[in-house]
């Protein structure tokens, strides 16, 4: 089909091979890029440590890891797991932070305080802006 | 592919570019402050505006972290050093307004909420940076405080100076502090013309205006396991503050002591794991969830009325829920089986 000015843009006819890869590759680009970054569940996709207060690391939350974060007693231990962070291990005598247990939504936030360690979850638009404990 | 899908696509993309437009600004800064994490989120407020604000905030909190606390030396420890004596001395003007408004408050909670109680608090190890070890005090040290009966009432205030006339009150703003600090906190930020904020210390929070479009959303921890309990949104003014027995506790001989302690009976009040308290000012909604807490599960709704909370949700300990009418419209369970709920009478 012809536009009114002449063009041949869309017409099946003339389309080659190459015109469909390319629309199937913007096409699979779009889904791609619309899953990565246009989470709207509050889930975050990162999640940032913080030693006294300042940054030491910015963590994929989908990149499975370990960290030992150097704090003001000693090393806090940091697991990163399918989405989730958590303290596994830290120089505290309460253990307040390990037992906070896993972290996966957007402004979750676990503080080893003895040891001024600290792991919150980013979100764009976060599930929660603060949480009460 | 035919005119009208290629039109619909480049709509898509149109919107697309829409939904890209910047959004307010916001400043997020956590601060490991007054012996506790304090975030403080300022909306539609840059970095430029928000930093040198927040790092105000960080000094005022430091400052009167320093002069009331309970167990480190400062104002608090030199006004604790002096009550005994019973002589009339002048306190530092940044005290005074924190002991009047504790003894409005201990008044109204009938006495359940009661900062004169520093020494059992001490008894039981919990004046300390470090949990206790155990063991638990004796019967007999426990009723040697009990029996002189310290109260905010001993204290007698005069212009700047004051006096006690019972040489067994010991001050612990613990259960209350916090959230006078919260409120100095918001106060200032008011002052400095910001209109939507969160400040939480610790898990306890007032927060001011809305988050753009959208009322601020706040989580509330599950006192028992992990994970979320429930969510709420907040907006205008209002304070949500929690006390759980979860927050600073020993374990002896198979036993957990937690460090609310029953003015009343001297030892850990029983009966409820946490305690949410929703009020127009922060240093009510701390003291109020304290005094609650103690009071129990069967007997805290006269406390909430007497004290004038706005609401309460409350969590026993075989983790049944209470709450109040008007809470219970605005509380989101976020867990996939929800607790069993008891909706008590209107406050």
């Known amino acids: 089909m012809s536009g009114a000015n002449g063009t041949r843009d869309f017409d099946p006819a003339t389309r080659t091979r190459g015109d469909r890869v390319v629309v199937i590759v913007?096409?699979?680009?779009?889904a791609t890029l619309y899953g990565l970054f246009w989470r709207?569940?509050?889930?975050?996709?990162?999640?940032?440590?913080?030693v006294d207060g300042k940054r030491w690391a910015r963590l994929n939350l989908f990149q499975d890891q370990e960290l030992r974060v150097p704090g003001a007693r000693g090393e806090s231990l940091i697991r990163v797991q399918d989405g989730q962070v958590r303290f596994v291990a830290s120089p505290c005598t309460t253990q307040q932070c390990v037992?906070?247990?896993w972290l996966s939504q957007g402004g979750e936030v676990a503080v080893c305080l003895p040891n001024r360690v600290s792991v919150r979850i980013l979100a764009d638009d976060p599930r929660f802006d603060a949480i009460n404990f | 592919m035919n005119v009208i899908t290629a039109r619909l696509?480049?709509?898509?993309?149109?919107v697309s570019l829409v939904a890209c437009e910047r959004r307010p600004p916001e400043y997020h800064e956590q601060l490991l402050v007054f012996g506790t994490v304090v975030d403080v989120k300022l909306y539609g407020v840059d970095a430029k505006r928000g930093a040198p604000l927040v790092a105000q905030l960080a000094e005022d909190f430091e400052y009167m972290h320093e002069t009331w606390h309970a167990w480190h030396p400062g104002s608090l420890g030199r006004v604790n050093q002096l009550l005994p004596s019973g002589a009339t001395f002048a306190v530092g003007p940044s005290l005074l307004p924190l002991?009047?408004?504790?003894?409005e408050l201990s008044?109204?909670?009938?006495?359940?909420?009661?900062?004169?109680?520093?020494?059992?608090?001490?008894?039981?190890?919990?004046?300390?940076?470090?949990?206790?070890?155990?063991?638990?005090?004796?019967?007999a040290q426990i009723r040697a405080i009990l029996d002189s009966k310290p109260a905010m009432t001993d204290l007698h205030l005069d212009g700047i100076n004051i006096r006690s006339d019972n040489p067994a009150v010991k001050l612990d703003f613990g259960a209350f502090a916090k959230g006078y600090a919260v409120d100095r906190a918001i106060e200032r930020l008011r002052e400095a013309g910001i209109v939507d904020a969160v400040v939480n210390a610790g898990g306890d929070l007032r927060a001011i205006g809305r988050h753009g479009q959208r009322p601020w959303r706040i989580g509330i921890r599950h006192p028992r396991g992990e994970g979320i309990l429930a969510s709420v949104e907040v907006e205008g003014d209002e304070s949500v503050f929690t006390s759980g027995d979860y927050e600073r506790y020993f374990d002896w001989q198979g036993k957990r002591y937690d460090h609310i302690i029953d003015p009343r009976s001297g030892r850990p009040a029983k009966g409820l794991s946490s305690v949410t308290v929703f009020a127009d000012q922060a240093d009510l909604a701390d003291a109020a969830a304290t005094a609650l807490f103690v009071a129990g599960p069967k007997d805290w709704l006269p406390v909430a009325r007497a004290m004038g909370v706005s609401g309460v949700m409350l969590v026993d300990d075989a983790g049944n829920v209470q709450m109040t009418p008007g809470i219970r419209e605005r509380i989101h369970f976020e867990m996939d089986e929800p607790p069993p709920v008891v909706i008590s009478e209107a406050l």
């Open chain 1, 40 to 50: 709207g569940d509050g889930h975050g996709a990162e999640a940032v440590v913080l």
């Open chain 2, 99 to 103: 002991i009047k408004r504790s003894q």
């Open chain 2, 107 to 139: 008044a109204r909670s009938g006495g359940l909420f009661n900062p004169a109680i520093g020494k059992l608090i001490a008894l039981w190890g919990f004046a300390s940076d470090e949990p206790p070890s155990g063991p638990p005090p004796t019967e």
């Open chain 1, 99 to 101: 037992h906070q247990g």
């Open chain 1, 26 to 30: 913007a096409l699979l680009l779009l």
């Open chain 2, 9 to 14: 696509l480049t709509a898509l993309l149109l």
